[in-house]
């Protein structure tokens, strides 16, 4: 009977919505500067001396707050936390990044301030 009735719940939940045309808000272009467009972003790049599970290094980093994304450039993956517009931004996150490894004991990890890879 409870199977039942979290089936028919779900089924209800499912149909909420449906049929109406709902449109998100438009937001305004933005106009954008060459030089805003040119400006280099910064990203703190985390790594491990020793082989680490991509998985597991981003499940962390998110865990503790930090939104990583991971990049594949020559076959190796990159995690990046950021991009950050500038270079003292990056070096304050680098800081609370190297802070957070520090209370959970991580060992073998460090923390690069490097360019933001402008393709992906």
Known sequence: MRKLAWMIAVLMLAGCGEGRD???PKKPAAVSTPAAAAA???AVEV???TPQAVSDLTGWLIEHSFMSSVV???GKE???V???STKAEAEAGQENITA???RAKKRNIETLVVDYPTTR
Do not use: C, H, K, T
């Open 22 to 24: 709902v449109e998100a």
């Open 40 to 42: 280099p972003q910064w």
């Open 47 to 49: 790594r491990g001396e």
């Open 72 to 74: 594949r450039e020559n």
């Open 78 to 80: 990159r995690v990046l």
């Open 82 to 84: 950021g991009p950050f």
């Open 100 to 102: 957070a490894l520090v």
